[in-house]
Antibody
Framework: QVQLQESGPGLVKPSQTLSLTCTVSGGSISSGGYYWSWIRQHPGEGLEWIGYIFYTGSTFYNPSLKSRVTISVDTSENQFSLKLTSVTAADTAVYYC?????????????WGQGTLVTVSS | QSALTQPASVSGSPGQSITISCTGTSSDVGSYNLVSWYQQHPGKAPKILIYEVNKGPSGISNRFSGSKSGNTASLTISGLQAEDEADYYCCSYAGSSTLVFGGGTKLTVL
């Protein structure tokens, strides 16, 4: 059973960079067949797809966040990471990592528990 | 890329059936049979219920079913149970390797 676990600071100052890591267990990112995703949920609101990465490093991003987002992968550690630059209070959210599977990788079949990141001075 | 439109809330009594709609455009829902549905209980991560419009992952009750007509996808829950009370989200492929979620629907079991 694949498991994902997010980690990183729960508090980030405005204008700084939000950095999170997702550690995958129960399966190897390098095995291929999946994209590894970041999704966020603003407090009391819906889900927002941020982007995802293949083990080769191929990435795709939400156009609305693309200028500020970088997703990277470390296959040796079986981890992938999110960096979001120039954060504001509007980036306060629960951030989830998830595995995307299926045709064109459109099914999020395994999720981390989520981690709340608050942007505040 | 705008969020898909879902009703904010729906409700039903135990044993009844309810349907949640998810309306997109010809650029997302209308163009691809790649709509998935997720259930989220408070404080928990979402769980996939339906993928590719109407396919159910193993282990998911067949009380959950999906369909699509034009730019609108739908999730139907039959034989409502108390534990179905949760938030439900649709998600669609939107072309160019991007995905878009719906705003979510809160289901209340009366």
């Amino acid at each position: 059973q694949v498991q994902l676990q997010e980690s990183g600071p729960g508090l980030v100052k405005p204008s700084q960079t939000l950095s999170l890591t997702c550690t995958v267990s129960g399966g190897s990112i390098s095995s291929g067949g999946y994209y590894w995703s970041w999704i966020r949920q603003h407090p009391g609101e819906g889900l927002e797809w941020i982007g995802y990465i293949f083990y080769t490093g191929s990435t795709f991003y939400n156009p609305s966040l693309k200028s500020r987002v970088t997703i990277s992968v470390d296959t040796s550690e079986n981890q992938f990471s999110l960096k979001l630059t120039s954060v504001t209070a509007a980036d306060t959210a629960v951030y989830y990592c998830a595995r995307a599977s299926g045709y064109i990788y459109t099914n999020f079949d395994f999720w981390g528990q989520g981690t709340l990141v608050t942007v505040s001075s | 890329q705008s969020a898909l439109t879902q009703p904010a809330s729906v409700s039903g009594s135990p044993g009844q059936s309810i349907t949640i709609s998810c309306t997109g455009t010809s650029s997302d829902v209308g163009s691809y049979n790649l709509v998935s549905w997720y259930q989220q209980h408070p404080g928990k991560a979402p769980k996939i219920l339906i993928y590719e419009v109407n396919k159910g992952p193993s282990g998911i009750s067949n009380r959950f079913s999906g369909s699509k007509s034009g730019n609108t996808a739908s999730l139907t829950i039959s034989g409502l149970q108390a534990e179905d009370e949760a938030d439900y989200y649709c998600c669609s492929y939107a072309g160019s390797s991007t995905l878009v979620f719906g705003g979510g629907t809160k289901l209340t079991v009366l």
